[in-house]
């Protein structure tokens, strides 16, 4: 089955990093990019970066530069995306969602991991 | 940066009724580089629309896309019960891509 399965929700306090999973099945991770989307409550879905599933690329938005890493394992079809330096604005859905170029749709995205910023 | 204006920001119909969705690009959208999504609460959004008005793998032919330049259009022929949900717009033509704020269909 294609899915994608992202790691459990997490509770952070302000200026602590979260790292989350998402572990593709089913397809070849190597022939897809793989991005990230966050989306805060009420909020429009919020672009966040990419990385290349054959050779590790990566890029990511402006407004997350310095604070967001998203690395593979492509041994294990997993992609991670950390965010360092959290503040209460970061509460939000994580998606990860596949697409087959740095710039276009996403066909499949995870189920969703809700992090949680509060002191 | 592209910015996405969905309208209206709430349609109110009834099941058989016809939704027009419309998204407006604050700059040119290159090659039509818009899709659409569909999202119920609770869950990620499903891709509807690619290309502007190319129907993804499975989605009803009630559904469809239209426009180009800055204005584009998403409609729903005939309401059905599972159709109330949020849809949102997102280009890719230009980086970073961007979504819209989308627009909420709800039950009259």
């Known amino acids: 089955q294609v899915q994608l399965v992202q790691s459990g929700a997490e509770v952070k306090k302000p200026g602590a990093s979260v790292k989350v999973s998402c572990q593709a099945s089913?397809?070849?991770?190597?022939?897809?990019?793989m991005h990230w989307v966050r989306q805060a409550p009420g909020q429009r879905p919020e672009w966040m970066g990419w990385?290349?599933?054959?050779?590790?690329?990566?890029d990511y938005s402006e407004r997350f530069q310095g604070r967001v890493t998203i690395t593979w394992d492509r041994f294990a079809s997993t992609v991670y995306m950390e965010l360092s330096r959290l503040r209460s604005e970061d509460t939000a859905v994580y998606y990860c969602?596949?697409?087959?170029?740095?710039?276009?749709?996403?066909?499949?995205w995870g189920q969703g991991t809700l992090v949680t910023v509060s002191s | 940066e592209i910015v996405l204006t969905q309208s209206p920001g709430t349609l109110s119909l009834s099941p058989g009724e016809r939704a027009t969705l419309s998204c407006r690009a604050s700059?040119?959208?290159?090659?039509?580089?818009l899709v659409w999504y569909q999202q119920k609460p609770g869950q990620a959004p499903r891709l509807l629309i690619y290309?502007?008005?190319s129907r993804a793998t499975g989605i009803p032919d009630r559904f469809s896309g239209s426009g180009s330049g800055t204005d584009f259009t998403l409609t729903i022929s005939r309401l059905e019960p599972e159709d109330f949900a949020e849809y949102y717009c997102?280009?890719?033509?230009?980086?970073?891509?961007?979504f819209g704020g989308g627009t909420k269909v709800d039950i009259k």
């Open positions: 969602a596949r697409g087959l170029y740095p710039r276009c749709w996403f066909d499949l």
């Open positions: 089913g397809y070849t991770l190597s022939r897809y990019v």
């Open positions: 990385i290349n599933g054959g050779n590790g690329v990566r």
């Open positions: 700059q040119s959208v290159n090659s039509n580089n």
């Open positions: 290309a502007a008005a």
């Open positions: 997102q280009q890719y033509g230009s980086a970073p891509l961007t």
